[in-house]
């Protein structure tokens, strides 16, 4: 197994900042910790946004992680979601200033590239299951996302990832 490397770029906690660029599979992937608040604007608002590079998620191979948010300011309802390679699915809409935990299995079709199921549990509470059709064979953009009235906020506690 070849050894984890990492090219960690960190912007500000902007919601369009990239927080990471994962370029070799082994060992834990990426840590990254608590972020200043995002201010929401009505539109999607990136609280995570990690690439992974071509060619890393073999066909057969599945990548594990975790996220965790915090609606800390603002009383009206907030919808998560998650966005694998542009394809974007749901995971949640609350209200709730409770801190919510999210995991996420991305896995490759035995056989493809290009084939893949994505399994999301929400809290132990929910699981989301969707079928983006990437292709892993060119860079993939992960991102956790928050979208809410421009009266909201949500602080980004923590994203981890590694392969499973």
């Known amino acids: 197994m070849r050894?984890?490397?990492l090219i960690l770029v960190l912007f500000?906690?902007?919601?369009?900042a990239q927080d990471t660029t994962i370029?070799?599979?082994?060992?834990t992937l990426l840590r990254v910790g608590a972020k200043s608040p995002i201010t929401l604007t009505g539109a999607d608002a990136d609280m995570f946004n990690v690439t992974i590079k071509a060619g890393l998620v073999q066909p057969g191979q599945c990548y594990f992680g975790m996220a965790a948010l915090q609606h800390t300011t603002g009383t009206s309802?907030?919808?998560y979601k998650i966005s694998v390679g542009g394809t974007q699915a749901n995971f949640g809409a609350s209200a709730a200033t409770t801190p919510l935990g999210m995991r996420?299995?991305?896995?490759n079709d035995p056989v493809s590239l290009t084939t893949q199921t994505v399994f999301i549990d929400v809290s132990g509470v929910s699981l989301t299951v969707f079928f983006p059709a990437i292709n892993f064979a060119a860079d993939v953009v992960l991102k956790i996302q928050a979208n809410g009235?421009?009266?909201?906020?949500?602080?980004?506690?923590?994203?981890y990832m590694r392969p499973d």
């Open 77 to 79: 309802s907030v919808t």
């Open 3 to 5: 050894k984890l490397s």
């Open 149 to 159: 009235a421009n009266t909201q906020a949500i602080t980004p506690k923590m994203f």
């Open 12 to 16: 500000s906690a902007l919601a369009s």
């Open 23 to 27: 370029t070799e599979r082994g060992g």
């Open 104 to 107: 996420f299995w991305i896995c």
